[in-house]
């Protein structure tokens, strides 16, 4: 047996009070040649919801699974999800904004024994009680989810890459509120494009971040869609080589707030782009820090 630490740190600030409420604990799990650890969470009566990936090397699969903890960290139930295809995602587990009892969870499953892949989206309840299930297919092999987000008409989107390893294109899909695909589209630059960070936009549409690599370079990529998944606008930066996920963010002026951060060797480099509604640069500036975080480098220009 080997033990396996699963630390936990939530941060909860009320909006009554400007004193800052700290939960902590370091729980041990106990799990046979196996690492862990702790995508998302959140807090619900006595305890939390938690998307945890758990990775059992030497061929033993990677996979998420959810956990409902007690409020000292005790499992009360633990549900396994699919395959991650060595891919952790960034953030694909979100919490209702209809009912704030009922969340969501978007992933990978096996679908077939020819290894075809599809993406999964479940919705459950606080207690573990799924409320419906639905699989959006490719016809890639792999299709990876990497980050969702509810859409204002009570729907979801999910973003990732549809194809892996050695090719893939940017992907998006948006349902409906009870998981019905509208569309399923993809966005390819280079040889391969992933999305890693989407928001909505004013206009109602998306912005979509990530990567575009090739087998020498990768660079930022940023895709602006109409809400039916049509390209306005699609912008590569090329000052990045990979090392974080850049991330594409809408200003309340209608402009978008682009970051990333490259570590070569000690030093690390910010990279901050402020791009205007149509994908065009009003500036950019890279700073450097060694050992440690240069703030600056991420002010949110207006």
């Known amino acids: ?7 936990i ?32 969470g959140f807090e619900v009566d006595d305890g939390f919801i938690v ?17 409902r903890l007690d409020e000292v960290g005790d499992i009360q139930w633990e549900k396994k999800l699919g395959d991650v295809a060595f891919l952790p995602p960034v953030n694909t587990m979100i919490q209702s904004k209809q009912n704030t009892k009922h969340y969501l ?47 204002n008409d009570g729907g979801y989107l999910i973003v990732g890459r549809d194809g892996y390893p050695s090719t893939g294109s940017m992907l998006a899909i948006k349902v409906d509120s009870i998981g ?3 569309w399923f589209h993809t966005y390819p630059m280079h040889s391969v494009s992933h999305a ?24 930022i990529y940023v895709v602006k869609i109409t809400k039916d998944g049509d390209i306005q606008w699609q ?31 000690w030093e690390t480099e910010h ?16 700073n450097h820090s060694l050992f440690a975080y240069d703030s600056n480098a991420f002010a949110a220009y207006g």
């Open 1 to 7: 047996m080997k033990n396996v630490i699963l630390i």
């Open 9 to 40: 740190f939530l941060f909860f600030l009320s909006s009554f009070s400007f004193a800052q409420e700290i939960h902590y604990f370091n729980k041990p799990i106990i799990n046979t040649n196996s690492f862990n650890y702790c995508l998302s």
């Open 51 to 67: 998307l945890n990936y758990n990775h059992i090397p030497n061929g033993g699969g990677i996979y998420l699974n959810l956990l």
């Open 105 to 151: 969870v978007s992933y990978l499953e096996e679908i077939d024994t020819s290894e075809h892949y599809a993406i999964s989206l479940l919705k459950f309840k606080e207690d573990g009680e799924v409320l419906w299930k639905k699989s959006y297919i490719s016809t890639e092999i792999i299709v990876l989810s990497s980050r969702l987000i509810q859409t």
């Open 180 to 182: 019905n695909q509208e």
């Open 196 to 219: 890693y960070f989407t928001s909505q936009t004013l206009d109602g549409g998306y912005i979509l971040s990530g990567r575009a690599s090739t087998s020498t370079n990768a660079d």
């Open 235 to 265: 912008k590569t930066i090329d000052v990045y080589n990979g090392d974080s996920s850049p991330q594409a963010v809408p200003l309340s002026n209608g402009n978008f707030l682009v970051t990333a951060t490259t570590n070569i060797g």
């Open 271 to 286: 990279y901050t782009a402020i791009l205007d509604a149509d994908g065009e640069f009003i500036r950019e500036r890279a």
